[in-house]
């Protein structure tokens, strides 16, 4: 079977890795996302051998956003108005596609793992709408409906999502330079660093910074359940790791939902929102699976 | 061309058309919903003639929910946990498909009504996801994705939306039965009536009433937004008809994205965020096209 290639470009390290399976990677590597330039010349430099021999069918981005995903515009794969210095309207699709001239499926990091966990996990693809959130430094959500990656006007942005902020039980006002409290403004690790003086995975499991972010990530879950009705959620990031909060955040979804929604699913919450079986490797892995749909549904158009 | 029938059955009234165009309805009714038993009555004696002369090729259901749409669901076509008195757990489907025997078409009032927008004045479909927003007595969500309604654990749910509540501005607690006041609770005209002591017709269009109004709809249009990227949005329902509301709409959701998203079309937002072209037949003429897609899907898979 041919190899693939992932490219995992995030907004402080990027991962590259080559193979075919979550089981069956030849090579996988990650370093510091610092100027564009460099960063990807370190992305072509570890495709270039793969590319040489003949062996690398493609190559999936699944890249920090936001981007243009709109196949008509002439600004195409391009990152377009990322807050990163240095980073906007950087042309990341077209300079991996040139240089190393190789069919190149391009999506946003969330809804590439959305679609790895979907694609290697739950291979039977009846788990549709599936949704993956990150909670890391910032919140993403990824979507695939209908077996593709959501794309649209542009791409979904709920980790955007207004939601409700008790001001008196939380007075902080928010970080995000947009909205100032909207979803990633009030619960993103980096909103967590600066409401308490102290980075996330320092504040103890019994600290009360966690209750709050489990309160703000429910209302966030439960939103998507509304806007989506996924059939699974899986709820990633460095944030979304500390112990106890996963549980937190069930007890919290089935308080808010209050009985709203009826499916048998949602008695399972340990099994409806979940953590990514692929762990850290959702994005990578990810990428890799779209290159290969991409190849796939180019052979089959094609043939038709 | 073989005729179509299109149910909207509502929570306050039904309306039972037959025809195959907007353009072309050969017989049009409205009455009012009363028990499941007499109102299915009503609908299947509008048919029958039709369904006599083999005159109809489908019939489509648009219904008020929540709804079973999944299709290995021994309740599948039932109207769930609605609280309307006496209709909770009634085989809509069933009924009208074993009383006229012909291909049955089911979905949400909703996402039938999204579909007829999208299907009769939006032809070339690629306006895609394309959103219907409801805001009547209550509030409702359709959303057409990758050409198809949405469906998942259930079915959107958009209208109950967790949403920020400025309780000194608006100290009124809402009025949903689940949720107090999410996006229903607040701002359907159920909520308005309640909270003015007036229904929403008869409120002036000075009354501060319209300017609450507006910003809670604007969050949630903001948050549909970032859940689909839609290329375009309805604004539908009695409430969302009041003079220069949906202008006041447009306002504030231009202030709340604040430049986050960046797209043409927001530019361009009175183009973006619309009243429906089918006014108040958005529900019987979706109802309609929903059947006609669904024959021709079975046909699709009958040639392949």
């Given at each position: ?36 330039g460099e960063t990807i010349h370190k992305m072509i430099e570890f495709f ?121 039980g939380d007075p902080f006002p928010g970080v995000c330079p947009y909205h ?36 703000y990530l429910a209302l966030a879950l439960v939103n998507l359940i509304y ?78």
């Amino acid at each position: 079977m041919k190899l693939f290639g992932g490219i995992e470009a995030g907004g402080t390290k990027c991962v590259c890795m080559v193979g075919n399976h979550p089981d069956h990677l030849l090579q996988e590597e990650r370093f510091p996302t610092t100027t564009p330039g460099e960063t990807i010349h370190k992305m072509i430099e570890f495709f270039l051998p793969y590319v040489k021999s003949r062996e690398l069918a493609g190559i999936g981005i699944a890249s920090f956003g936001p981007l243009d995903l709109n196949l008509n515009s002439p600004t195409y794969g391009y990152i377009t108005t990322t807050p990163k210095a240095g980073w906007s309207h950087v042309d990341l699709y077209g300079e991996i596609q040139q240089s190393l001239n190789v069919p190149v499926a391009f999506d946003t990091d969330v809804n590439a793992a959305a679609f790895g966990e979907q694609y290697w996990i739950h291979e039977d693809r009846c788990l549709d709408p599936f949704v993956y959130v990150t909670v890391g430094t910032g919140i993403g959500v990824g979507v695939i409906i209908n077996g593709a990656p959501l794309h649209g006007l542009v791409h979904g942005e709920a980790g955007h999502f207004a939601l409700p902020h008790d001001w008196q039980g939380d007075p902080f006002p928010g970080v995000c330079p947009y909205h100032g409290d909207c979803l990633e403004g009030l619960a993103s690790g980096f909103a967590m660093s600066k409401r308490w003086g102290e980075s996330p995975e320092r504040l103890a499991e019994s600290h009360p910074a966690w209750d709050l972010e489990a309160g703000y990530l429910a209302l966030a879950l439960v939103n998507l359940i509304y806007a989506y009705s996924p059939q699974r959620i899986i709820l990633g990031g460095g944030v979304s790791q500390h112990p106890g909060l996963l549980q937190l955040v069930h007890c919290k979804v089935h308080q808010i939902l209050n009985g709203y929604v009826q499916s048998p699913m949602l008695n399972r919450i340990n099994e409806y929102i979940l953590p990514p079986t692929l762990g850290n490797r959702s994005g990578g892995l990810g990428a890799i699976a779209i290159a290969i749909r991409q190849l796939s549904e180019a052979h089959g158009q094609a043939t038709r």
